[in-house]
């Protein structure tokens, strides 16, 4: 008698196809594709009204802001947080994939290759000063998650760190742009700072209880979930009083962080046992910031043809 020949359930060219798309989409998502405008968009619109024009350096600075940063952001947290991912309940749509352990290496790898050569010719396109800016927006995304580091579980720097995230590229494009430090640049910053640090500080509130349960500090752990929102709270109206300061066009964007404000409000007596329901208000967080960059887009637009 002769052996059977070993049966084939599936060709290696459909297999390997079908490895390659799985792949593709856990490193994609692990990048978080909607919040890839959150760092592309500062970076361009500073680089532009600080006197930039259409050229390489917007080219080159905005599609590394759009992409491969928020991969090395975000892919680099995936991978070194996969196991707190795996029981929260958040995980898995929108607000981040849960990257599957085979795809571990894979995202590292691409976030390295994808970050370095943009890094090389912006820091070639830019003096001394933009290299120092970019290389400190670079240094903040890694030391947010990476092992021993990890500034993300540091209750204050962990929302000063987020907030480096995406004020940084804003930083950057004006200084790459040759921006001069006048009040009404350096209000809409630390404008832009204050929103982007209550903003963390709410988004952790929701994570309190379960954060608490595996150990990881944050500020929402350390003051609790009601005096953390209502610190956001301050935030926000901190960034909307920066913003008043800064005249005539930049002052009427006050009235963008006193939305999120009024978004908050709502939760400012919420108790740590109820934490999860600032779930909601993330969640309009999310869809707010799509109106509200549509809305300070327009007031750009406007100011430019005025």
Request: proline share 5%.
């Amino acid at each position: 008698m002769t052996a059977a020949a070993p049966e084939r359930t599936l060709d290696e060219p459909r297999r390997a196809r079908r490895d390659a798309w799985a792949g593709l989409r856990q490193v994609v998502g692990s990048s978080r594709p909607l919040s890839w405008i959150d760092t592309a968009y500062p970076f361009a619109a500073a680089y532009l009204l600080a006197g930039g024009g259409l050229d390489v350096r917007l080219v080159v600075g905005t599609l590394y802001f759009l992409v491969p940063y928020n991969l090395l952001m975000y892919g680099l947290n995936d991978v070194v947080d996969h196991a707190s991912d795996v029981a929260n309940p958040r995980k898995g749509g929108v607000e981040g994939v849960v990257l599957d352990t085979r795809w571990h290496r894979t995202t590292l790898v691409a976030a390295t290759v994808t970050n370095l050569p943009f890094v090389v010719v912006l820091l070639a396109l830019g003096g001394p000063a933009a290299g120092a800016v970019l290389a400190v927006c670079v240094a903040a995304v890694v030391a947010y998650s990476a092992p021993r580091l990890r500034f993300k579980e540091r209750p204050g720097l962990d929302s000063a760190t987020s907030a480096t995230h995406f004020v940084g590229p804003a930083v950057y494009g004006a200084v790459l742009a040759g921006a001069h430090a006048s009040w009404p640049v350096v209000a809409t910053l630390l404008a832009f700072f204050a929103w982007a640090c209550a903003s963390h500080a709410f988004g952790a509130v929701q994570d309190v209880t379960a954060d608490r349960g595996a150990g990881i500090g944050s500020v929402a752990t350390a003051l609790g979930a009601r005096r953390t929102v209502r610190l956001a709270m301050l935030g926000y109206a901190l960034a909307a009083l920066l913003l008043l300061t800064a005249g005539r066009p930049v002052a009427l964007a006050a009235v963008v962080p006193l939305a999120y404000l009024a978004s908050v409000a709502p939760f400012r007596h919420l108790s740590d046992e109820n934490c999860e329901d600032a779930h909601r208000g993330w969640r309009r967080f999310l869809w707010l910031n799509l109106l509200a960059g549509f809305a300070i887009t327009q007031g750009l637009i406007v100011s430019a043809m005025a």
